[in-house]
């Protein structure tokens, strides 16, 4: 490929927001240069005012394939990707089966996805119970780091690692260097409170949200952070949902402690007091909770102790939400919003003063780093890739079926009015997704560690 600039009035670098071109060769950046110095004879693609981003990074994706393709899939969920402005998305190893906790399992994994992807992967593997002689495996084949839960996924397949088994496992994840992600609520505190909830309305989200107390998330975190102490692995929050846990997670921080933590659109978007009964398309664990613990977050993101925001897009058949009966027990929980993610975090941020620079922050340099590639991807700067995302900040819609774009079409979010529109994505220099198009084959790769 030939040398070709990205210019725009509006480019999203680390050291703020700035006129300028972006010079791409061969896929990769070649140098970020004012406009006036941009070289002669050069191809130019000039978005005027649409600001430039870094292709956006999802550390936290439920794509599913291979073994329940008919959830999503990785043609699916890398389309629904692209047109979002991700560039890279990171597969969680639970939902597909074989679930990703052996190397043969990695493998099944990269077959399913060869030829399909328009946006680059990478696959997280598994923690779960016994399987501890196949982390270092997974490590050497190449997994950016690990994933485990602390109680019952809600899916068979992946099973869950109570405080003997994670000892057992620790040793080895701590010998990688790498992350391990951890779903964190205990199963006590859930179980004690569904108990006391048998006889209740279910079709309540009050009910729901009363099932999964922030007492399961607050006792996670502090086993959590124990045993970080004691094996001096790396730990990563996924989906914090409580702000209750923020003070306890700053405190591990500025002790060094190394933890990280994510936190989701969907928490930093609704509250519980806007969710009507019976509208099971709200459902995920863990829940959504109140306005004030929403803007608690909110705090968590602006003060750092939350590094980032992932989507933990988990789509199912669309029967499985169970509509019609608008039951919380029954119904499958996960939200997937691949597609809106960035319309809806720029909607809430730029309402709270933040800027691109903190999106950019939070929703590619971020999740870049958990997945070992910050060298290469989050960041528009020297040598990274040319992943870049076009964005229409001012751009105003109200979410359809029509923008979703992954395989079944149902989301929470459907009739929200959104702020700021994805113009293009670039994959390494090449057009991804354009004006609800996404020209050429499938370019995406696997990235491994
Ligand atoms: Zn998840």
């Known amino acids: 490929m030939s040398l070709e600039a990205f210019l725009s009035r509006r480019v999203v670098t680390p050291h703020g927001i700035e006129a300028a071109a972006v010079l791409v060769e061969d896929g990769r950046i070649l140098d970020v240069v004012p406009q006036h110095q941009l070289p002669a004879q050069i191809s130019v693609k000039d978005f005027g005012e649409a600001a430039i981003l870094p292709g956006l990074v999802d550390s936290h994706v439920h794509i599913n394939e291979p073994g329940r393709t008919e959830w999503e899939g990785f043609r699916t969920a890398t389309r629904a990707a692209a047109a ?17 906790t052996t190397v043969a399992a990695l493998e099944a994994k990269r077959n399913a996805a060869s030829g399909q992807c328009h946006v680059d992967w990478m696959a997280w593997g ?3 119970s016994g399987n501890q002689e196949h982390i270092e495996g997974l490590a050497a084949a190449g997994v950016p780091g690990f994933k485990c839960f602390l109680i019952h996924p809600g899916i068979d397949g992946f099973t869950m690692v109570n405080e003997r088994e994670l000892r057992a496992a620790l040793p080895h994840v701590a010998r990688t260097g790498l992350p391990l992600l951890v779903h964190a609520e205990l199963p006590g505190p859930v179980d004690t409170a569904t108990g006391r909830l048998a006889a209740a309305d279910w079709s309540k989200y009050a009910t729901y949200l009363q099932s999964r107390p922030d007492e399961a998330e607050l006792a996670a975190i502090q086993l959590m952070i ?3 102490r004691e094996y001096h692995f790396r730990l990563h929050v996924v989906h914090l949902a409580t702000s209750q846990a923020l003070d306890m997670l700053r405190a591990a ?9 994510e936190t989701c659109p969907h928490y930093l978007h609704f509250s519980s007091d806007k969710i009507p009964d019976g509208q099971t398309l709200f459902k995920c664990a863990p829940p959504i909770r109140s306005r004030e613990n929403h803007e608690k977050l909110w705090q968590g993101l602006q003060g750092g102790v939350i590094d980032l925001v992932a989507t933990d897009h988990s789509p199912c058949p669309p029967e499985m939400k169970r509509s019609s009966e608008g039951n919380f027990r029954t119904a499958w929980g996960g939200i997937s919003s691949l597609s809106l993610a960035l319309p809806v975090l720029w909607t809430e941020a730029s309402g709270r003063g933040f800027s691109l620079a903190d999106i950019a922050r939070w929703m ?14 989050g960041r528009i700067a020297k040598d990274f890739d040319a992943d870049f995302v076009v964005f229409e900040p001012e751009a105003e819609f109200i979410a359809t079926e029509q923008h979703l774009l992954y395989r079944h079409r149902v989301s929470p979010y459907l009739g929200e009015k959104l702020r700021g529109a994805v113009k293009a994505t670039y994959l390494r220099g090449n057009c991804a997704f354009a004006d609800g198009k996404f020209p050429g084959k499938p370019g995406g790769r696997e990235l491994r560690w």
């Open 126 to 128: 598994g923690v779960v």
């Open 253 to 261: 921080k500025s002790e060094g402690v190394p933890v990280s933590v």
């Open 364 to 377: 590619a340099e971020g999740p870049a780093r958990l997945a070992g590639c910050a060298t290469r991807k």
């Open 84 to 100: 979002g402005g991700y560039t890279l998305l990171v597969d969680m190893p639970l939902n597909c089966l074989p679930a990703t």
């Open 226 to 228: 124990s045993l970080c």
